[in-house]
């Protein structure tokens, strides 16, 4: 009988001869299944771009129909169909034919309300091919997509801004909901969302709060897309647009200042620049929120907002996402008090804090 206790330096030694000649096996399960998961992402990105939803949202239909209404060619189609049936993502009946799984009917049938097919085109198009560099990106510290500023490369020409809006409004939506739902706005008369994109956060806050007021600050290209979607949600009269580069101007002042996905765009002395013309927006009593896909504080569990902070590497010149420690930290230092955090979605926060 072998009778090594367990190491105190952590590693565990075997405690009996069956387990040092017979050490238990793991099958590598767990690692081969994630070194696999970009198949999945891929078939669902493909289907997506290939509008197989919307192809399915009339009628069921055979694999020959789909195959002839989505244009692709017979070799592949039967396995790709039926590997979204393998994922959940269609219904295949008895008779062989093909219809939309329930999530897939809401999400992902253009057209309908509930679309997110532009932010999944988004990871598609740019996102997917955009990780195939992380391995370079972790060498060389630096940007993969061009380091002369995010934003200008990404709003190349008025349908690049158009398009980037409306992915913006995808994942801002249901932060606004939850936000118009959780901040007590009975005790603020104005808003002023800094970074405001479309002014997707305003609308649906306006209309939840009809005593509010206020406008969006973003760089002088998003007038258009904001204005015509300000008006098109018969907001004008008490949202207006305020053109400018937060990165050199002093931001409107507002009782309530918003900072939403902004911070984790730029490096730490920009963030701290940032969160201190906030500070100097603000009546006394005014508040400031940040929401974000916050990284938990011990940076063990949220592997969500981990990836999403990579993604900053790839994109940004100094970009990272940030835990709600690191951020009550960056506030007090710019004067703010009463900072408090609380979940908005399954993978967004808000932090407020009061001047
Ligand atoms: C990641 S988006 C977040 C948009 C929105 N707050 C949301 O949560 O969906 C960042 C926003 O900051 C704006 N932005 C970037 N650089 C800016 C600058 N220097 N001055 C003003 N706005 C800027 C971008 O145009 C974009 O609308």
């Given at each position: 009988m072998v009778k090594w206790a367990d190491a105190t330096d952590g590693v565990r030694l075997p405690k009996t001869d069956e387990e040092m000649w017979n050490p238990p096996q793991t099958a590598p399960d767990r690692i081969l299944r994630m070194c696999n998961a970009f198949k999945e992402a891929k078939a669902l990105l493909s289907a997506v771009e290939l509008d197989v939803f919307t192809a399915l949202a009339e009628a069921p239909l055979d694999a020959g129909a789909l195959r002839a209404k989505i244009k692709i060619?017979?070799?592949?189609a039967r396995d790709f169909f039926d590997a979204l049936v393998a994922l959940g993502l269609l219904n295949r009946d008895r008779h062989g034919l093909y219809s939309n799984a329930a999530d897939s009917e809401r999400y992902l049938v253009?057209?309908?309300?509930?679309?997110?097919g532009g932010l999944v085109n988004h990871f598609n198009t740019l996102g997917y091919p955009q990780w195939a560099l992380l391995t370079r990106a972790l060498q060389?510290?630096?940007?993969?997509?061009?380091?002369?500023g995010l934003y200008r490369d990404i709003y190349g020409d008025p349908a690049a801004v158009e398009s980037f809006a409306q992915r913006m409004s995808g994942g801002t939506l249901p932060v606004a909901t939850a936000l118009a739902a959780k901040?007590?706005?009975?005790?603020?008369k104005t808003l002023m969302d800094i970074?405001?994109?479309?002014g997707c956060l305003l609308v649906t806050i306006a209309h939840s709060h009809p005593h509010i007021a206020g406008g969006g600050f973003d760089l002088p290209l998003l007038e258009p897309v904001f204005s015509r979607f300000v008006r098109e949600s018969g907001l004008s009269d008490r949202l207006v647009f305020h053109g400018g580069d937060f990165l050199v101007d002093r931001l409107p002042s507002a009782d309530v200042l918003v900072m939403g996905?902004?911070?984790?765009?730029?490096?730490l002395s920009t963030k701290h620049i940032l969160l201190k013309k906030a500070f100097a927006a603000l009546p006394s009593g005014g508040a400031l929120i940040v929401y974000e896909r916050l990284i938990d504080d011990e940076r063990r569990t949220n592997a969500v907002g981990l990836l999403a902070s990579l993604n900053m590497l790839l994109l940004t010149a100094g970009g990272f996402d940030y835990s709600a420690a690191d951020c009550f930290a960056w506030m007090r230092e710019a004067g703010f008090r009463d900072i408090r955090t609380e979940p908005l979605t399954v993978d967004q926060s808000m932090i407020v804090g009061m001047k």
């Open positions: 060619h017979k070799r592949g253009r057209g309908g309300a509930t679309y997110i060389t510290g630096e940007a993969q997509f061009g380091t002369d901040f007590p706005w009975a005790q603020f970074g405001c994109s479309q996905r902004v911070l984790h765009n730029w490096d």
